[in-house]
């Protein structure tokens, strides 16, 4: 399991580090920031409330 991880955390890290390495996405993203963390907002909210509103069973 923890390699498992370390190898999604890797390919993630890596996978951001190439994507903003390159030129045009770097003047891309500026101005689209704001609708990419919108996006990431609203996915954190409704990750979250199914959290909240789920029951444990036992």
Same mark, same amino acid.
């Given at each position: 399991?923890?390699? /498992?991880?370390?190898?999604?955390?890797?390919?993630?890290?890596? *996978?951001? /580090?190439?994507? #903003?390495?390159?030129?045009?996405?770097?003047? &891309?993203?500026?101005?689209?920031?704001?609708? #990419?963390?919108? =996006? &990431? =907002? &609203?996915? #954190? =909210? &409704?990750? *979250?409330?199914?959290?909240?509103?789920?029951?444990?069973?036992?």
């Amino acid at each position: 399991m923890i390699a /498992a991880i370390g190898l999604q955390s890797t390919l993630i890290s890596g *996978g951001n /580090a190439w994507l #903003f390495s390159n030129s045009r996405m770097a003047r &891309v993203y500026p101005r689209l920031r704001r609708w #990419f963390e919108g =996006a &990431v =907002a &609203v996915l #954190f =909210a &409704v990750a *979250g409330r199914r959290v909240l509103t789920s029951r444990l069973t036992t």
